[in-house]
């Protein structure tokens, strides 16, 4: 588990982070999300360990990273955007060098073996590292993160100079990983967090303006309620059919996507569902849904607002964090 108790971080006049505290429970995988100069490489700076705190704690399974930094830095594999490689070894020397400098106890033969196989890099384990690609690189750093088989795992960027198919396969590994480490995950890439992560906290000048799930930060940022619905129909009597809904409280035409096809944008009141009503209403006047969605922000929609200005009070999930 990591938490972050009311932690601090001044550059002389300036506050980097600003008293922030959450949590990453076990087997849960945790999106860390900003803008640039948010506090973000500060916080995972001083979660690592290669930075101090002005204030505040960071507790890595219980160890005070500050108090205890061996300890604690026994229980994490870290991977930086930028890889810590030594390009005139090849990756059997790379990670055989890994292992000695974590005291690791475990057999080293078959633990290095096991982690080449699970990040796919077996075939390239006798090979110089200046001579991979990038991606390949990318994939010996998330090996050495896994040397020790640590608690906690804090991967900065860790698709970066992947292909599309390596990087599915990457994200899988991650997803697997989260079920028995907590992950905390950052990344400028925002269908990855999306894609991967349980819950997203994001910082924005050095505090934490959100911690919640990307569902519920939705529901808490989208105040319109509105579904779009492509229907099949004469657009007038569909129109006037939708607007004798109860709860509909506003309906209008937004494009047509093809002949007597159109796109409706219906506003409904907060918290009616007129799915089911809007349904049995087109089926019984003889028209057709084709599609419904509802018009949920976008993770990218829920970074702007959280970043840009347009939500001042932080928004988190029940889950609280001990002073």
Not at 60 to 69: Q, R, V
Not at 208 to 216: L, P
Not at 254 to 276: F, P
């Amino acid at each position: 588990m990591i938490e972050v108790r009311n932690l601090s971080k001044h550059f002389g006049d300036k506050k980097a982070v600003d008293n922030i505290s959450f949590k990453a429970e076990n087997g849960e995988i945790l999106g860390f999300l900003g803008p640039n100069g948010a506090g973000k490489s500060t916080t995972m700076n001083i979660l690592t360990g290669y930075i101090s705190s002005t204030q505040g704690k960071a507790l890595i399974d219980g160890i005070d990273i500050l108090e205890n930094p061996i300890k604690a830095k026994a229980k994490i594999g870290y991977l930086p955007e930028l890889p810590p490689l030594y390009m005139d070894m090849t990756v059997k020397e790379y990670l055989n060098f890994i292992y000695d400098l974590k005291k690791c106890k475990l057999p080293k033969n078959s633990h290095l073996k096991d982690i080449c196989n699970l990040v796919k890099i077996d075939h390239v384990f006798n090979r110089m590292i200046k001579n991979l690609s990038k991606g390949y690189k990318q994939r010996v750093g998330l090996a050495q993160a896994l040397v020790g088989n640590p608690n906690v795992l804090i991967l900065d960027e860790p698709t970066v100079g992947l292909d599309p198919n390596q990087i599915i396969e990457i994200r899988s590994l991650i997803k697997k990983l989260g079920k028995n480490h907590t992950v905390i995950l950052s990344s400028h890439i925002l269908s990855e967090v999306q894609a991967v992560c349980d819950r997203i906290v994001v910082i924005n000048e050095g505090k934490i303006v959100a911690d919640d799930t990307e569902d519920n930060l939705s529901k808490a940022l989208d105040n319109e309620h509105k579904i779009l619905a492509r229907i099949d129909g004469e657009k007038d009597k569909v129109l006037a059919c939708i607007n004798e809904l109860d709860d509909v409280v506003e309906c209008s035409v937004d494009t047509m996507s093809e002949e007597n096809v159109w796109v409706y944008r219906i506003e409904a009141k907060q918290g009616a569902d007129i799915r089911r009503k809007l349904f049995t209403c087109m089926a019984e006047n003889g028209f057709y849904i084709l599609e419904m969605k509802s018009s949920e922000l976008s993770l990218e929609d829920i970074f702007i607002k959280l970043t840009m200005g347009e939500n001042l009070s932080p928004i988190s999930s029940n889950k609280e964090v001990e002073n």
